[in-house]
């Protein structure tokens, strides 16, 4: 069935529409997407992610242009020599970043955020997945948490980047979402203001939802990160509640200043 539709509408890639291969149900590809499988409660073996690539070679080359970052604080470079944060962030215990946010990686996280975006959100936390899995199984997190979004934005946009990147990644890596944290208040958009205001505006703005973290290891999910005020003030009460450890995962990290047009965080 699935061949006959690929047929008739091949599968393209998500960000420039190009026709992508079809996907063949060949040991090795299946193997490919499968070999990171991680026996939990669902049973993702007979359910491949994607029948076909979100994105052609070209594209997925762009999103995943990059080299090493710092594990701890997510910044570029070797964590050893991190002048980021000296290999020494205490915010969270460790950070899986997708992409720098910038060129290719801006525009598709833009344009998933937009109506009709979701299909290209899920295709960037594949590519998250994908690149991060070895990391993500090491990290044994028990839940993940995504940053809520206050509700009247949601209302506003319609959609909730990170609670949606979540739930892929929790498919993903059969590990449960968990509604954990809850906004106290609306916040001025992270990116409105000058960088030292950043953290006063997100302080206690998060409560604690579910006591459910309580003896727990959390991931933590957004969509991107700028200067991490946000994630870290979750991370906090997270591990006030008693989480065990707190590690992130985001699509995009800003790392140049005035690099967070548009985003949050
Ligand atoms: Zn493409
Ligand atoms: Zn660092």
């Given amino acids: 069935m699935a061949g006959g539709l690929d047929l008739l509408f091949p599968p393209r890639c998500l960000m420039c529409h190009a026709e992508t291969a079809p ?13 990171d499988h991680h026996p939990g409660p669902l049973d993702m073996a007979a359910d491949p992610p994607e029948a076909s690539d979100p994105f052609c070679p070209g594209c997925a080359a762009e999103i995943v242009a990059e080299s090493c970052r710092c594990q701890r604080c997510g910044a ?14 205490r915010d969270w215990d460790g950070i899986a970043v997708l992409g720098s946010y910038g060129g290719r990686v801006r525009e598709a996280v833009l344009r998933s955020k937009r109506p009709g975006g979701y ?9 998250l997945h994908r690149r991060h899995a070895s990391t993500f199984r090491l990290w044994e997190n028990d839940y993940i948490v995504a940053v ?23 498919r993903l890596t059969s590990t ?34 579910h006591r459910g973290v309580v003896g727990r290891r959390v ?20 591990r006030e509640a008693g989480a065990t450890a707190v590690h992130v995962a985001v699509i995009a990290r800003a790392d140049l200043a005035g690099d967070d047009r548009g985003v949050d965080g």
């Avoid at 299909?119 to 590519?127: R, W």
């Avoid at 449960?176 to 916040?187: D, I, N, S, Y």
């Fill in 23 to 35: 996907w063949q149900a060949t040991p090795a590809r299946h193997e490919s997407w499968t070999s």
């Fill in 76 to 89: 570029p470079g070797d964590q050893d020599a991190c002048r980021g944060c000296g290999g020494a962030c």
């Fill in 119 to 127: 299909d290209l959100l899920v295709g960037l936390a594949d590519l």
């Fill in 148 to 170: 809520p979004m206050h509700w009247w934005r949601r209302t506003l946009r319609g959609t909730n980047a990170a609670d949606s990147l979540a739930r892929r990644l929790g």
């Fill in 176 to 209: 449960p979402v968990l509604g954990a944290l809850r906004r106290r208040r609306a916040t001025v958009m992270q990116n409105r203001l000058p960088a030292d205001q950043r953290r006063a505006n997100v302080r206690d703005v998060f409560a604690l939802n």
């Fill in 219 to 238: 991931l933590l999910v957004d969509d991107v990160v700028t200067t991490g005020g946000t994630l870290a003030a979750c991370a906090r009460v997270l």
